[in-house]
């Protein structure tokens, strides 16, 4: 690392400075171990095989090479370290699995979360896809683009995923899946007094229609209304108290009792365009 004599700083300082470096430095390892993890078919083989697994046991269900073997345990101490995969100590204390210590692997909420809801190459489609953005962040600071996805692209978000078919399909796929775990929380048992009284509902962005989906069959007599651009809703059908409806937020929201907005794109919540969208909700809310 760089010389920090001129720096005048303290040995505290100086060894919390290293520290952050470093982890700046390597703050890709979660991903790309997650990412390895996911390629190397660790998670399916623990799901396969039913209950915890040794790491002998785990190493020898998956198709890597021998030779690899005496680096394996350096991924899975990774994986444990950051909450991806859980080790339990052996009972039997004469089981012995090397260097990573005597134990079994199981599966930490998070890969379960994976393994159900989001399949890699769906991550992997992802990460390319706003990464590049993320890139251009120097970029953008130096020029008048309105987001460093739009210096990356030359398109807005929305725009781009209307016009790109593949991303923006699967865009609205992973969506859905976001929705479906954020509706399992929202219309729980501890927050279902939100939907209390309300006859109408419209879900701004709301995409496919998952969480109107999940919101009309939880509260059968609440119609729920799905505003989303023509290119998203256009084939879509609705049911006896679901509907469909293509516009602009910014334009027009049909009326309701309440409006829903669950994710937000960071030009759409300029101050500029909130103060255009606030009057439109308010104007939606006394309906019904």
């Not at 720096?7 to 700046?24: D, R, V, Y």
């Not at 899946?177 to 501890?190: H, K």
């Not at 701004?204 to 989303?228: E, N, Q, R, S, W």
Request: aromatic share 12%; proline share 5%; charged share 20%.
């Amino acid at each position: 690392m760089a010389d920090h004599n001129d720096q005048n700083l303290t040995p505290s300082e100086l060894l919390l400075a290293e520290t952050q470096s470093w982890n700046q430095l390597y703050f890709f390892i979660e991903h790309v171990t997650l990412k390895c993890a996911l390629q190397l078919g660790i998670p399916n083989a623990i799901t396969k095989h039913g209950k915890p697994m040794t790491l002998s046991k785990l190493m020898s269900s998956l198709s890597i090479s021998p030779s690899k073997y005496p680096y394996f345990h350096h991924l899975t101490r990774i994986l444990v370290r950051y909450g991806l995969l859980i080790l339990q100590k052996h009972e039997d204390t004469n089981v012995d699995d090397g260097d990573d210590g005597k134990g079994y692997y199981s599966l930490a909420p998070a890969d379960r979360y994976i393994m159900k809801d989001v399949p890699w190459n769906s991550m992997e489609d992802q990460d390319s896809f706003f990464f590049k953005a993320w890139n251009c962040l120097g970029d953008w600071f130096r020029n008048e683009d309105p987001s460093a996805f739009y210096t990356a692209y030359g398109d807005l978000l929305w725009n781009k995923l209307s016009r790109d078919t593949s991303s923006g399909n699967w865009f609205h796929v992973n969506m859905a899946r976001d929705s479906r775990s954020f509706m399992n929380v929202l219309i729980g048992n501890e927050f279902k007094d939100v939907f209390k009284g309300l006859t109408a509902l419209v879900d701004v962005g709301g995409g496919t229609g998952t969480v109107a989906i999940a919101i009309t069959t939880k509260f059968p007599d609440m119609k729920c209304i799905v505003l989303d651009l023509p290119s998203v809703v256009a084939n879509l059908h609705g049911s006896e108290n679901l509907e469909f409806v293509a516009g602009d937020m910014f334009q027009k929201i049909p009326p309701a009792n309440a409006v829903l907005l669950k994710i937000l794109e960071r030009e759409e919540l300029k101050w500029s365009n909130m103060v255009r969208l606030i009057p439109l909700g308010k104007r939606t809310a006394p309906a019904y």
